[in-house]
């Protein structure tokens, strides 16, 4: 059964940074995409920043130039360096890994709370 397991989530001031990570276990991937997504209170999940397996990158306009996704395709392992962190980015984050055969998994969250 695949697992998505995020960590790295904590409360940090305006300002600071985070490092996100998220692991993949139960099987052999090869994921063609892996994702962050957020989904603020009241709000609807939002796409953060995405990395196919050939290093092509995509990030919502509200974190451009402070978040940054990488992934280490050997251990199939996609990270979400933030920083300049802003209360607005307050969120329960989500990590999403699409396989070849298009089958789409889901990480159970992790929280980030910026605030002073």
């Known amino acids: 059964q695949v697992q998505l397991v995020e960590s790295g989530g904590a409360l940090v001031q305006p300002g600071g940074s985070l490092r996100l990570s998220c692991a993949a276990s139960?099987?052999?991937?090869?994921?063609?995409?892996m994702a962050w997504y957020r989904q603020a209170p009241g709000k609807q999940r939002e796409l953060v920043a995405s990395?196919?397996?050939?290093?092509?990158?995509n990030t919502a306009d509200s974190v451009k130039g402070r978040f940054t996704i990488s992934r280490n395709n050997a251990f199939d392992t996609v990270y979400l360096q933030m920083n300049s962190l802003k209360p607005e980015d307050t969120a329960v984050y989500y990590c999403?890994?699409?396989?070849?055969?298009?089958?789409?998994?889901w990480g159970k969250g992790t929280l980030v709370t910026v605030s002073s």
């Open positions: 990395i196919t397996r050939g290093g092509i990158l």
């Open positions: 139960g099987g052999i991937f090869s994921f063609y995409i």
């Open positions: 999403n890994a699409v396989a070849p055969t298009t089958a789409q998994y």
